[in-house]
């Protein structure tokens, strides 16, 4: 994946609304949703909806499907799996210079300072012995 691709998947979802929307499609699975559907359980008005969506159409997360006058929404999977695959490798190549970010927040296994006690939000280097703070 190319750094512009990336950079627009990643602006994309880079939105509370969008990243809302996002999930709820997610949620819906293959089927996708309407943006009568999305804007029922958001609350947010229909024509915004769309709004919203149309930069995770154009960066490919999600497709739109017209069926009459409807527009139907679902997840692309495929360019998803990409990003995840990019933003993976950005990861391993951190972890392969033995730096390491520990996140703040319950689901991460060390988030509680891990077994070697180091702070929450802490970037560590193994190779230069040095860890600096957010």
């Known amino acids: 994946m190319n750094d512009d691709r ?27 949703s309407g943006p009568v559907a999305l804007s029922a359980s958001t609350g947010i008005q229909r024509n915004l909806v769309s709004y919203h969506l149309q930069p995770l ?9 017209r069926r009459g006058r409807d527009v139907n929404y679902r997840v692309e999977t495929v360019e998803l ?16 210079r ?13 988030a509680e300072g891990g077994p070697d006690g180091a702070e929450q939000g802490t970037f560590e280097s193994k190779a230069a012995g040095r860890t600096a703070q957010d």
Do not use: C, F
Not at 57 to 65: I, M, W, Y
Not at 99 to 110: A, C, D, L, M, V
């Open 6 to 32: 990336l950079l627009i998947g990643l602006s994309a979802l880079a939105q509370p609304i969008r990243l809302m929307l996002y999930r709820l499609l997610v949620d819906a699975g293959p089927a996708g």
């Open 57 to 65: 159409v154009a960066a490919g997360l999600v497709r739109s499907e």
């Open 81 to 96: 799996n990409r990003l995840a695959v990019e933003l993976l490798g950005l990861s391993d190549r951190t972890a392969a």
């Open 98 to 110: 033995g730096t390491r970010y520990r996140t703040k927040g319950p689901s991460h296994p060390q």
